[in-house]
């Protein structure tokens, strides 16, 4: 077996650094965790079994540090330009590695991002065939699980136009035979979910895209995944992740309540979830909360893919995700419909492209992680506390009174609550919201 | 009858305005229509009844130039501060003598519009009521014709929570009744539309919002004002408006693609329809364009609040849309599903606060019109000449041929489209979308 | 005397609310301070003096919670329709007794704040000497001092078009004389600063406007200003506030960038420095941080209208900052240059306009108060570590090496650094910058 | 001579495509110019002569449609996956035949776009020595001109932390060294302009930057740009490019305003102008007329990078330009100053990724032209007709009249002028802007 061959860690590429472990808040080493205790209990359950926590394989493995305006800077041990076989088995090597260390239960990944440069869609299928046999053995080594799996239908000039979506249906069968056979090794693995990212699913310009047309081939070839699922017998999750603008000019998952309409439009709803992402939350608007809060509302919740843009950029920074207070606010709207079922939290994140050193991957994932962790404890203590929750009660109480029952009540109509509001001359006041108060809570939860 | 009672246009608030007629493109009169012109033939139809046009009560004769930073500075002959029934009907006989000098077809209105200032909800219906037998009478009198009517669920402090969606049935049951007398009256006014814009249905926090309760509520008051619309024989369209934020930090009815799936939930599709906005469109993250052509391919049109925002200023600025070539792109996608059905080009746009003259309201509203007729003929001439449904044709002619046609077929499944994809070697590549030479033609239409 | 006249807190309109105090992170009491204990020492100076803690007239005692859809929510006791007298001074002692029971040392107000509404700028200045005595007299009996006046010149009609820059000489004349009785004012109180926001001094459209002309006139009103000050002995510094729009399309004094060049040209720096607000940052496209460390680098740094935006609506929200990690990156940036001078963090925030209790503007404060303590905790902490600076230092360390002091050696040229590339045939390497494991120890700051 | 070595245009790349010609608005054909009459007099000059468009090499010849998210597209004759020699010179031998199809007058490069790759900086060196000499033989035998040259300091993994602004010395020489070489060059071949794109020139994190550092050592290396200008008697003029983000988190060169201050700092006003892009002024908050109004208020307009953004996108997506409104404003702000100087229009732009045709370059470059200049037609009759320069006089006369005099004249002080606002009871009024009447002069000039 040549070196790059080497399927246990006799090589490390991260030689000089120790699995991270938790060491507490007071803890004067940067590569620990401060908060994420894995089996510490929150709200009944461990921590690690509540976040269930991801590497990404293409952030930290694939990508070379390039961007629209420069070449790559990482220069990683693993990668070569050619991104040949050899290559694709030492970055297999490094990630399983990197899993270990850090302790975290799960990884992620593409089809292309475990495989070497395929030259046709036969290529690229058997080897995929190879990687993820690969990938079974280093899981079975390791213990390191798969939280879900994916094609990648943006990154090869043929899917400029789309995958599912394209003009062109012979596109369109490569994109579903990449599905198939991604969806089936993830089977194979164990995967808990295959996700669906439409990176090129949507639009440059309306004037050469027949709209409804393409909406129904995404319908259509998407209940076909449904089905192929239950047809091979995976119990996972089959998630599309919204995402608004970028690469394409307009995406169709463009968010939650969009990808809603259009599950419910192709009689899809129960059967496809979504893997909500904060970065493109807010590029759609939204915060990552409300992104979370509809899901939940819509019983749509599927798995989140956890990074943080900033506010000053237009597009896709995929950043580790430090800000407590957001994913705590996140967190109350999530834990109470019973949290991540099969999903859990991947890290769509990235080290800035100046971050060229091996350590800050840890440090990346090192910072995710606890602030994951410490906003699961605050999100925990404010639910325990039950504020919110009897602020909310007593706000929405007036529909358990008997106004608002007959409001509610079968046979109320338009007219029967307009007469009685002019016969009672009903003539209602606002309350405060105490959105101050509320908010107040939240900073304090933060220890 | 007192002065402000006058029902008829004996003395003109806008005297030395003439009537503005159509002169072409080479008149120098700066109060003419250069474009617009109601009995030109476009398409088979006549412009009048391509755009169906309709000037908004609001922002033209309520709204005092006031923002939020300063106090009004229009002081309109109609307006006093106090608000009161004198004033009330000055403003009518100012607003019919408006919409009659522009020779435009429909006017909109909100309830408290065309009502004094009213202590209580009792005192507003009846206000509501002698006020809308007033409109009556002037649309007689006019020939103008009412577009949609709204009941204002927004400015009164009730509804700072929100009307059909607040926590206290109290205040919804007051939203009710409003909806009701108005939804009556415009019936009786012979309304062809009437709308809804949620303004307050929202949130500012969602730590004291109860979501799935208010979009419960929200669907189930909808369902009763469709049911009441068929019980007194309204047939024109219930339309909801699409807007993002402002004045809450979150809207429900985010956009069209979030409100297919409110109705789809609700069981209201088909029976609800959407009020588009450009302004709002890009407030959502879309062009006007992609709000209509959603709308078209969902089945969802109802009507267009034409106006525009600028690109520097994240709020409503609710200005005259001057882009010929952005409202072409929009037209381009509504013409060939038939045009506006019962809705209208209704103008939901004001005046820049420092336009404190009479004439400006005039300067605004002519440049709206112009500019909505030299994008019908512009649309019109791309639709006439073809080629962009041409092109579209071509690009998607795959669909037609047999590896589409298989795809598409009853009993094609993932599975049989990879082994095709497979047993084929299937290796699709891409072929140019034509962007630019497309963007050109829609240049090349503007005359 | 009459009620409203009363000079002492005798008849309190927070007579619920007893005066707020630290009680420590612990405290379950919700009406506390659990991080601002103003005798705390931090980096060697009291809490109370680093951050110098202003609360603002307009927001919490002029506003009625009106927006630009809706009327006011709040019904305030000390507020009358009409706004005069009786109300202005019902208005101050209300607010005095606020200032009072929160415990922070300082205000903020602008001159129609204080007085009733008046009719004529003579009324004004003669509405305006009588408040600002009352004012001093309130000064006197409660301790609490004055951090800046300012002469609102955005909302009267009369300045729509701006103050100092209005195309008309008669209206900047108003303004001069506004600002003339208000510096005069804040010197006599004994006020810190005074500050401009230049709320309408910018431009609704270019087409109307002669730029270069207006910004001549801004300048040289401005330096009148500066030699007045002088003149009367006020030490105190004028700030100019940065906000690139809103209320008008486009305002002149965008950022702190574009100020530090307007007041070079006109020979102002050193005499007029910045007035810094985080939302108005955001607005911008800039991070608080990045403003404030403009600031410092430029020798520009003046006081601060602490608050915060949100990510998702597009105009100044002006809420209280609860983000401890965005303003404890800012006080990494500030701390080191001796932190605010004659400045302080002004409570430029309101309550939400549902949040209609009295209670709720405590709330407010409290935690806005907290959370800047909260963050100076943190930023001494990461300063006293010193780990940030120390990684700057190496990473810029080749300055201090052969090469970097030849670059910057007087004599050196582009040829002759150019020269010696080429002869040493450099070819620099990127090292990392480290950002994730930085970012890291900001999270591990806050407490 | 090798194929790829041709210096002459034996072996078109473009052969199908017959040299584009003017044939007016009514021509059928989509490859000739509808509007762009390059000998038609506007204004007392040609319109070349007005607008002296360039092609930019980069875009159009070096760029191969790959993206954050996926392979390039295009696969240009004249690419090859090495970029090796031949690969360049058949670029070369491409973009010149592209410059002569096109008719247009100017190109520009970067010193990267022209040569292969490079493994050193000396190799770059003297690879782009022979590279500026092929340009140079190619300049006289089409006779093509350069608007302007620069040297890429942001595609190499050196220049992640910055160019002339990097915390290393050994790569900011490297930084000097490409520009000296490149500014030569620029000298050499009759260069009308050298431009300066700050792309890494900013930060990604405060915390590992020191900003004032940076700053003072782009100053200086700037100073010393000019001074090498000066030495090598290059008249032509240096030009910064303002863009506020990307790839950096933040950049230094933010918009014109910042770039004032930037300069008036170093004392370099006069000697550096800016190369505006309308793309990032819009990224940056302006409009594109802003950046033209305000660096022709200052004196330091320079040249134009035309393009646009959409603004449904945060990010620089570089399309051509074809909104001929927002064109017509920027060159009604610029016209008036006498237009560009040793500026010019560079097409800045891009065709779309999808856009993988030959001629689709063709496309997006006849639009671009075609839009310039029906907007300087436009822009030459509102001139012309004189009513927006009339009604800006009329607006601004109160400062010829007494009042506005004594305001200004000398010896006016902030207390003569309130004292005579208080004397005379000033009460200035708000007078209409007309923007609604002037923003229909404009639509109506664009024929
Ligand atoms: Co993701
Ligand atoms: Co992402
Ligand atoms: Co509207
Ligand atoms: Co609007
Ligand atoms: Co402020
Ligand atoms: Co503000
Ligand atoms: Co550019
Ligand atoms: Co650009």
Chains 1, 2, 3, 4 share one sequence.
Not at 114 to 132: G, H, I, M
Not at 139 to 144: F, R
Not at 411 to 424: F, P
Request: glycine share 10%.
């Amino acid at each position: 077996m040549a070196d790059t061959d080497r399927m246990t860690l006799k090589d490390p590429v991260f030689g000089d650094i120790a699995p991270i472990k938790f060491e507490g808040p007071d803890s004067e080493n940067t590569l620990a965790y401060r908060y994420y205790n894995k089996d510490q209990m929150v709200l009944g359950k461990r921590m690690e079994d509540h976040l269930r926590m991801a590497v990404c394989y293409w952030h930290t493995f694939c990508w070379d540090g390039f961007d629209i305006f420069g070449a790559g800077t990482f220069d990683r041990p693993w990668q070569n330009s050619a991104n040949d076989r050899s290559a694709a088995d030492a970055k297999m090597a490094a990630a399983f590695e990197f899993f270990t260390k850090l302790g975290l239960p799960y990884y992620c990944f593409h089809d292309v991002d475990v495989t070497e440069a395929s030259a046709t869609p036969d290529e690229l299928s058997s080897n995929f065939k190879r990687a993820s046999d690969r990938l079974g053995t280093y899981q079975e080594e390791t213990g390191v699980k798969l939280l879900w799996g994916t094609a990648n239908l943006f990154s090869h000039p043929r899917y400029a136009a789309g995958g599912l979506t394209n003009p062109d249906p012979e596109v369109a069968a490569c994109a579903v035979r990449q599905i198939r056979d991604c969806l089936e090794a993830t089977h194979r693995l164990g995967g808990e979910n295959y996700v669906l990212w439409g990176g090129r699913e949507g639009y440059d310009t309306l004037l050469n895209t027949d709209l409804t047309r393409e909406l129904e081939n995404f319908g259509r070839f998407l209940s076909m995944v449904v089905e192929h699922k239950h047809k091979i017998g995976f119990k996972g999750k089959i998630l599309i992740e919204p995402k608004p603008h970028e690469p394409m000019y307009h995406q169709y998952d463009f968010d939650t309540a969009t990808i809603y309409g259009f599950l419910s439009r192709f009689g899809l709803l129960g059967e496809v979830h979504v893997n909500i992402e904060p970065n493109h939350a807010t590029l759609s608007g939204h915060s990552f909360a409300h992104e979370v809060a509809t899901a939940v509302s819509l019983d749509m919740m599927g798995s989140i893919d956890i990074n943080s843009g900033n506010y000053q950029n237009g597009w896709d920074t995929d950043q580790f995700n430090l800000d407590v207070r957001d994913i705590t606010l996140a967190l109350v709207e999530l834990l109470p419909s019973g949290g991540l079922d099969t999903g859990g939290f991947n890290f769509d994140a990235k080290v800035r492209r100046q971050s060229n050193d091996l350590a800050d991957l840890f440090h990346g994932h090192i910072g995710g992680a606890d602030a994951l962790a410490r906003a699961l404890l605050a999100a925990a203590d404010l639910i325990e506390r039950g504020e919110i929750n009897d602020l909310k009660e007593k706000r929405y109480s007036g529909w358990n009174g008997s106004l608002g029952k007959k409001m509610l009540a079968e046979g109320a109509s338009l007219a029967s609550i307009a007469d009685q509001a002019a016969s009672d001359s009903l003539n209602g006041k606002h309350s405060s919201g105490r959105q101050e108060y509320l908010e107040n809570l939240v900073a304090r939860s933060i220890k």
